[in-house]
């Protein structure tokens, strides 16, 4: 199979890939992308969560096939303007909603997709959009305070302040 689509804002031509590949496994195995973890296999546990055209999507479930022609950002793809964490992923630091790390980066991606379609979502909006990602480690609190905060504090750059 050939497959071109925009991987982190870069366009990727690939060719030569088993017809029968996931996305999971073309962004760990392939490209070495490892912040994609492989969770349970299932989509059940959202340690695979990438945006593909900005929609919160399993990879353990996507055939790679399908991200042809398509936007995919994966916990890679998500920095500040310098390359650094941005300001979801210093949230999570911040507010302590990191611990072994493992859900993490389909935790953000899922932050970032109700972002993206909710600029300004409610506690209750929050904890719905990350209900698919489970974290055994910090009891979602401080996940929820995270995005919240980063909801806000994006909300006043809009606003100008």
């Known amino acids: 199979m050939k497959l071109e ?3 982190n804002h870069k366009t990727m031509l690939l060719e030569d890939l088993a017809d029968d590949l996931l996305l999971l496994d073309l962004l760990r195995e392939v490209l070495g992308l490892t912040g994609t973890k492989r969770g349970c296999d299932t989509g059940s546990c959202g340690a695979c969560s990438v945006l593909v055209d900005g929609k919160l999507t399993r ?3 996507t055939p790679a096939a399908k991200v ?3 936007h995919v950002i994966t916990i890679e793809g998500l920095r500040a303007p310098d390359g650094s ?3 979801m992923q210093r949230a999570f630091v911040e507010f302590g909603a990191v611990q072994c ?3 993490m980066p389909g935790m953000i991606i899922a932050a970032e997709a109700l972002l993206l379609k909710n600029p300004t979502p409610s506690r209750e909006e929050i904890r719905k959009a990350i209900m698919g990602n489970l974290c055994r480690c910090t009891g979602y609190q401080q ?3 995270a995005i ?3 909801a806000q504090r994006r ?3 809009q606003k100008g302040g």
Do not use: W
Request: charged share 15%; aromatic share 8%.
């Open 143 to 145: 996940i929820v305070d």
């Open 68 to 70: 042809a022609g398509c």
């Open 101 to 103: 790390g493992f859900c």
């Open 148 to 150: 919240e905060v980063t």
């Open 5 to 7: 689509f925009t991987l």
């Open 155 to 157: 909300a006043a750059i």
């Open 59 to 61: 990879a353990c479930r």
């Open 85 to 87: 964490p941005n300001d």
